[in-house]
């Protein structure tokens, strides 16, 4: 993992630094610590009591009247553009694109974003922002209808309803507002909004335009593709976007019908079933592996079937295959024809009012003019290495080409688009930047939520056995935690996956309320390289939901307990100091004081 420190420090009086090669300057300071992976340092630094006295002598250079701040320079200044139309063209208006273009307005870059379609992507549009308001119905139908939660308050409620229409308006609603919301802010930035299908011409060179109207060509110094990703649809199955429906479709909520077959039971179907159970469905799982929610680590996925599952209306159907679907017509049911997923011989034919298809999505790359740069897809996904730079057909970079979100399928989140349109953003602005993908949170908002970041137990295991270290398990339970009692929302467990050798934290996994929120701890913790040892002595307001994962920490058993943080800090910076500007002065100084 890497991470960036940069150090900012200017003066009204210049500030003559003399180097090892033995030039002078009187610019300020601008010192940067990027590209730095934390754990060459660990094991090997030791915080001397000179190090803090060598940092104290460093301090007059900053006066009264000087500043020190983590930014980087030139912040805001325009970037020299050599003849192009703008510093930076995105192909994509999505959540990942929309995140690169206000970051490289913050460093200077003049740019331009082309959508064909409406700005936010299949996020705000077609994704997580109209689900979460169908989930945010669906939780408050669950917990008006459950009378014994009500009772235990105290409550009296009447029988709960609900209007379908004013629910399918309330996500219409929303997804509206953030799509204005998104639309506002890239235009207020001086962002140029460019309206069409965007094609790679050629190096650095983007042509846009409507279907049948006119083309433009515009040219930039850098290009990011961020076009997002549709529903993939297998085939046998015929999509109606009536009694066959993908998750586009679903999000309107025409109908909400008696019997829904949801065909796979990742992050899409499960909430989708908490969204069509509440509202008074009957749901049945088709999935073609053995165990339902596969993606989930196993022991939080056991838990949650037992909550999310087996209580409700829903049954299932695991290890086939769906061959056939097809939609209702003439007074006939929506038939779907099962086989097993090994064998493949014949199991079942379910006649229902109503599919939903959630087998995943599949990268929206085509007509994106990849063959003018000579670039060939990899099951639809763009090749990129670490940094997101596009690889060709012959495994060579293309220049200032760039790939983020869910078209690399790297990790097919939003807000990991996000991240990495700002990595970019970084390289490209000279400042080197490689994303961790494993600091990276992910969520299911069903009720009770699930949250997970870095790795599953299995994958932990297999890491740990490959590479030659133990690893360690620590659990706690909502049971314990007063604001979870105060709820009645008790049933949750947090999850901790650890070296004790060195108290890396590997993974975090819960399930239980507001898992979604609680996730960030360990997802920030992960992104900082910070040990165990050192987050288990963070403060946690009491009584809060927090202390569930105050409690994880504080339950893990590190054999060295000594902090790391100190010691990488000050690694880190003489480090520097020494080998680019104040390497003779820092010297001078350690000679005096050792």
Not at 83 to 112: C, M, N, Q, S
Not at 155 to 177: C, F, I, P, T
Request: charged residues 20%; glycine residues 10%; aromatic residues 6%.
């Amino acid at each position: 993992m890497q991470s960036s420190i940069s150090i900012s420090v200017s003066s009204s009086s210049p500030i003559t630094v003399r180097s090892d090669a033995g030039a002078t300057s009187s610019a300020p300071i601008q010192l940067r610590f990027c590209g730095l992976r934390r754990e060459a340092f660990y094991g090997s630094c030791k915080l001397s009591a000179n190090n803090a006295v060598i940092f104290k002598q460093l301090l007059p250079f900053v006066k009264k009247n000087n500043k020190i701040s983590a930014s980087l320079t030139g912040n805001g200044a325009s970037l020299t553009k050599g003849g192009f139309d703008y510093d930076l063209i995105i192909i994509g208006a999505g959540v990942g694109g929309h995140g690169a273009a206000l970051h490289a307005v913050e460093r200077g870059l003049k740019t331009a974003i082309i959508e064909g379609d409406v700005v936010g992507g299949t996020c705000v549009n077609r994704g997580c922002v109209p689900s979460k308001a169908l989930l945010a119905v669906s939780g408050r139908m669950r917990e008006l209808q459950n009378e014994h939660h009500m009772k235990s308050f105290g409550l009296q409620v009447a029988a709960a309803g609900y209007d379908r229409q004013a629910v399918a308006d309330h996500a219409e609603n929303l997804a509206s507002k953030i799509r204005n919301n998104l639309t506002n802010s890239l235009k207020s930035l001086g962002v140029d909004i460019l309206t069409g299908v965007g094609t790679v011409v050629g190096p650095q060179k983007v042509k846009y335009g409507k279907a049948g109207g006119s083309e433009s060509v515009v040219t930039a110094k850098d290009i990011i593709i961020a076009t997002g990703s549709v529903p993939f649809v297998p085939k046998g199955v015929e999509v109606d976007g009536k009694t066959v429906i993908t998750s586009d479709h679903a999000l309107k909520l025409e109908t909400v019908p008696e019997w829904i077959v949801i065909v796979g039971s990742g992050y899409i179907g499960l909430e989708f079933s908490d969204v069509y159970t509440a509202l008074g469905s009957e749901v049945t799982f088709v999935e073609a592996l053995d165990q339902l929610m596969p993606g989930f680590d196993p022991e939080i996925g056991k838990l949650a079937q037992r909550v999310l599952i087996n209580p409700r209306k829903i049954d299932y159907h695991t290890g086939v295959f769906a061959t056939k679907i097809t939609p209702a017509k003439d007074g006939k049911p929506v038939t779907i024809e099962l086989i097993d997923a090994k064998t493949k011989e014949p199991k079942d034919t379910l006649e229902v009012d109503a599919a939903l298809i959630a087998t995943g999505r599949a990268p929206f790359t085509q007509g994106l003019g990849l063959e003018n740069v000579n670039v060939e897809t990899q099951r639809g996904f763009i090749p990129v290495d670490e940094r997101m730079r596009v690889i060709d057909s012959k495994g060579e970079l293309v220049p200032h080409l760039y790939c983020i979100g869910d078209a690399n399928g790297k990790m097919m989140l939003a807000h990991a688009a996000s991240a990495q349109g700002i990595s970019v953003v970084e390289q490209v602005s000279g400042k080197d930047h490689v994303l961790n993908h494993l600091s990276i949170p992910a969520a299911c908002f069903t009720h009770p939520e699930i949250s997970m970041v870095g790795l599953t137990e299995p994958q932990a295991r297999e890491k740990a056995e490959k590479e030659g270290f133990e690893i360690s398990i620590a659990k706690t339970s909502f049971k314990a935690n007063t604001k979870a009692l105060a709820e009645n929302e008790g049933e949750g467990l947090a999850k901790l996956i650890y070296r004790p050798d060195n108290g890396e934290i590997l993974g975090v996994h819960i399930f239980g309320m507001h898992a979604a929120d609680l996730i960030h701890e360990a997802s920030n913790a992960i992104a900082l390289g910070t040990r165990i040892q050192d987050i288990k002595y963070a403060v946690h307001a009491h009584p809060t939901l927090s202390e569930v994962i105050d409690e994880l920490f504080k339950s893990a058993k590190v054999r060295g307990e000594a902090s790391l943080i100190p010691q990488l800090r000050f690694a880190i910076l003489l480090q520097w100091l020494k080998t680019k500007f104040l390497g003779g002065l820092v010297n001078q100084l350690q000679s005096k004081l050792s």
